[in-house]
């Protein structure tokens, strides 16, 4: 498009921005009015992407991190000829694919929900990593950013590690309109502080008026001749641009705009030019996914051996098996054992660093163009990623993630490295797996099967050797569990997962010798849960002690009850877990302080057992 139609395109998109507010009596259109011209150039001259092959793999892939402007995209697709004038009309609506916020389990078009702010440019850099190292093509990665989101510390984990990659098929637009929710930026319309901060990090930068839109097209053409370094747009802009009672006005924040059709006629009236976008280019080298046996580790039972160790050596074997599986590590690969498959694989092994929330960003990323990635760091660092977790459980993303050091277990290195909440963090995301291994062959086997699932899939994993009980060619089913003790005169049943099963075993013993028989089960399946094995437990044993190295909300103990929340009578429970703040001690001494090693097992079900009897 010349100067003349792509000023025309940004009044169009302005207008069906407004148009769509104003229909549904929300939403965000002052901040779409802002970046009109810089996606109307975009998209008419520089993006390359086929609207009917949304999975082709040449195409562009662009990403609105500012996820409220969502009217601005849908007004795109609408001059992309994708929907209708009608469905535009249907915006935040009951039943509506177009959503407040964009995802694209409503839409195909879109490579990952946006919302939270500071996420889109971390994903961008994980879909960029993925063109880069993995699918070796040229497709370029857009992003959407606005000013506001500059504040998340997540930009510039993902800023620095773009710099670092030499990422120069990423090009990030920042929408600079100055004003956030409540008021003015902390920059307002100081390109040059954001310019240099993105210098820092080794970004190739380019500032100009994001309304003049000759100078957008010049930059997109800058950015995509540049190499070598990533490229970030810093555009002028003026909020709610082209209407006068709303255009660069506090105030006006996430609201549509008073008296719309005067709005409209301001900008011109309705428009309904249609935008031919450029076809990709053809794949240059069509992945090729090598695929083969899977060999998983066999450990014999009687030795010991740590999960940890176990989850290695099944991942490295299992990215011997399949070509498609990623992993990913924050830089304590040593420890949570990823170096066995980075040493195995390193053209698909992506050091994080410890920058957590890019870690899983990188995963969710890879995970848009078709790859299975492993991302892994300790436990108690997980958390710190939790936001980026919940909106990859929005956008459907299928990502294994494994969570090391859990529990007072690790020992001397006390409560900052424990991981005490993760259970309950995982359980927690909409449609996700949780899954909890008590020795290595059950580990092997667990992480092969994670492959094959959907959503949010979570792996922990323990410090310290623990003996194999189970053989080599035992299965383990998703939502099952394994009844490691049982006879006809089970008094109560202890359940138990990952370390605490050994605990488990081990009071079981002291109280076979005390006349007391109970039933062990190993949950290792914590969500979904096997709710078949517990309620019959309860039935034939009338109490049930739940044991878990990790604190009493949400984990264990939260998804045995939750078996009996369908009406029927709820057994006697008793849930022993972490209910103090733990300190540096030995293994054996922490499992012990936390009342949930074999003595202090045993003893609970002494007291159950009695208080049942005098009942």
Not at 106 to 127: D, K
Not at 275 to 287: C, D, F, H, N, Y
Not at 534 to 539: G, S, T, Y
């Amino acid at each position: 498009m010349n100067t003349a139609e792509l000023t025309e395109l940004g009044q169009q998109l302005r207008v069906d921005s407004v148009r769509a507010a104003a229909a549904a009596e929300s939403g965000h259109p002052t901040s779409s009015m802002s970046a009109a011209d810089l996606l109307g150039v975009l998209l008419a001259n520089h993006l390359r992407y086929d609207f009917e092959r949304p999975d082709h793999p040449a195409n562009d892939r662009f990403v609105l991190s500012k996820g409220h402007a969502s009217p601005l995209l849908y007004a795109a697709y609408k001059a992309a000829g994708v929907i209708e004038d009608g469905e535009l009309l249907t915006f935040r609506k009951l039943g509506s694919r177009l959503e407040g916020h964009p995802t694209p389990r409503r839409l195909p078009w879109v490579e990952t929900a946006t919302g939270s702010l500071g996420q889109g440019l971390p994903v961008g850099v994980g879909i960029a990593l993925a063109g880069k190292r993995l699918d070796r093509d040229d497709y370029r990665v857009w992003v959407l950013c606005g000013d506001s989101e500059l504040a998340e510390g997540s930009v510039w984990e993902a800023a620095e590690h773009a710099g670092y990659e030499h990422l120069d098929n990423l090009v990030v637009i920042v929408d600079v309109n100055r004003l956030g929710q409540r008021g003015p930026t902390r920059h307002g319309h100081d390109l040059g502080a954001y310019a240099r901060r993105f210098q820092a990090f080794d970004w190739h930068t380019i500032e100009i008026d994001g309304h003049d839109v000759d100078a957008v097209d010049r930059a997109y053409g800058e950015a995509l001749s540049t190499t070598g370094q990533p490229t970030v747009i810093l555009a002028r802009t003026l909020k709610g641009k082209g209407v006068a009672a709303v255009e660069d006005r506090e105030g006006q924040h996430g609201k549509p705009l008073p008296a719309a059709e005067d709005a409209i006629a301001e900008l011109g009236g309705p428009r309904d030019l249609h935008v031919r976008v450029s076809e990709p280019l053809a794949a240059a080298t069509p992945r090729s996914i090598t695929t083969g046996s899977l060999e998983l580790p066999r450990f014999d039972q009687g030795d010991e051996a740590a999960t940890r160790d176990a989850f290695g050596k099944a991942l490295a074997a299992l990215g011997s098996a399949r070509g498609d599986v990623v992993a990913l590590d924050g830089e304590v690969g040593d420890s949570t054992r990823t170096e066995e498959f980075g040493k195995a694989h390193p053209d698909r092994f992506f050091e994080c660093y410890i920058a957590e929330q890019q870690l899983v960003a990188t995963a969710v990323g890879m995970a848009t163009r078709g790859w299975v990635p492993y991302a892994s760091t300790f436990a108690a660092f997980l958390t710190r990623a939790h936001d980026f977790v919940r909106m990859a459980s929005i956008s459907g993303s299928g990502i294994n993630l494994v969570g090391s050091h859990a529990g007072v277990a690790i020992g001397q290195d006390g409560p900052s490295q424990m991981g005490l909440e993760d259970l309950a963090m995982f359980r927690s995301v909409y449609g996700s797996t949780v899954l909890y291994p008590c020795d290595a062959n059950q580990t092997a086997r667990l992480v092969a099967a994670m492959a094959g699932l959907d959503g949010i899939r979570y792996l922990r994993t323990s410090r310290g050797k623990m003996p194999v009980v189970y053989g080599p060619d035992e299965e383990f089913p998703v939502g099952g569990s394994k009844v490691l003790r049982s006879s006809e005169e089970d008094r109560l049943t202890v359940v138990a997962a990952g370390v605490t099963v050994h605990e488990a075993l081990a009071a079981a013993d002291r109280l076979a010798q005390d006349g007391i028989r109970v039933r062990v089960v190993d949950l290792y399946s914590v969500k979904p849960v096997d709710v078949e094995t517990l309620r019959r437990a309860a039935e034939e044993t009338g109490c049930l002690i739940t044991v878990e190295d990790h604190h009493p909300e949400g984990g264990l103990g939260d998804a045995v009850l939750e078996a009996f929340t369908d009406g029927r009578p709820v057994p006697r429970l008793v849930r022993l877990a972490v209910r103090t703040m733990p300190g540096s001690a030995a293994p054996d001494e922490q499992l012990h302080a936390a009342g949930i090693d074999a003595v202090s097992i045993a003893a609970a079900a002494k007291l159950l057992v009695e208080e049942a009897v005098v009942r």
